[in-house]
């Protein structure tokens, strides 16, 4: 069983910045970031494979957003420049056995830590 506990939300002017931490416990392969407000679906944002560090993003935050790890601390950040009010989401901290895009792959989830971005 993996736990995972996100961190690091907040309320920030657009332009601005955040940095996001899932601390996980259990091991993991593939750890990711998902996003979601209300009427919407789940929405992935990025994603780390855990041993190599390979990184994938989703267009919309790509060149905006940074994912990470400590792999020491078995941590995972999400950095997050240049933020926009559409950015305004509960952020999901995800571990998953076969990565990729899905929501569905991801077989454990944080509790979620909500970001807010003001226009």
């Known amino acids: 069983q993996v736990m995972l506990v996100e961190s690091g939300g907040g309320l920030v002017q657009a332009g601005g910045s955040l940095r996001l931490s899932c601390a996980a416990s259990?091991?993991?392969?593939?750890m990711g970031w998902f996003r979601q407000v209300p009427g919407k679906e789940r929405e992935f944002v990025a994603s780390i494979r855990w041993s190599t560090a390979v990184t994938n993003y989703a267009d919309s935050v790509k060149g905006r957003f940074t994912i990470s790890r400590d792999y020491a601390k078995n941590t995972m950040y999400l950095q997050m420049n240049s933020l926009k009010p559409e950015d305004t989401a509960v952020y999901y901290c995800?571990?998953?056995?076969?990565?990729?895009?899905?929501?569905?792959?991801?077989?454990?989830w944080g509790q979620g830590t909500q970001v807010t971005v003001s226009s």
């Open positions: 259990g091991r993991t392969v593939t």
């Open positions: 995800a571990a998953s056995v076969v990565g990729g895009t899905l929501p569905d792959a991801y077989n454990y």
